[in-house]
């Protein structure tokens, strides 16, 4: 199983980024997915997650970036993404994209992360 995350990179205040994470080695709408973010010395912070297909519901984000961010799942592509816009100074951090295993919010498998850096 692999989750590969991209999308990371410089923006100004104000600007917008996608996040996106490829999975293989199973199968994303089978599983609970989520994206979190960890700045060093702080810790890691979940920002968006959605339920299984088979679960449904609707995302829950954190209200930091609730109206500003978007989780996504492609299942075609076996996709997920994170569109993020308005973005600020304080959502800078590297971010993680992870899939549930054994249960709700029980995230196993984990991508190496992408660095998103917001100047002001």
């Known amino acids: 199983v692999q989750l590969q995350a991209s999308g990371g990179g410089l923006v100004q205040t104000g600007g917008s980024l996608r996040l996106s994470c490829a999975a293989s080695g199973l199968t994303l709408d089978q599983h609970g997915i989520g994206w979190f973010r960890q700045v060093p010395g702080r810790e890691r912070e979940g920002v968006a997650c959605?339920?299984?297909?088979?679960?449904?519901?609707?995302?829950v984000y954190a209200d930091s970036v609730k109206g500003r961010f978007t989780i996504s799942r492609d299942n075609a592509k076996n996709t997920m993404y994170l569109e993020m816009n308005s973005l600020k100074p304080e959502d800078t951090a590297t971010y993680y994209c992870a899939a549930e295993l054994k249960g709700p919010l029980e995230y196993d498998y984990w991508g190496q992360g992408t660095l998103v850096t917001v100047s002001s």
């Open positions: 959605i339920n299984s297909r088979s679960r449904g519901g609707s995302p």
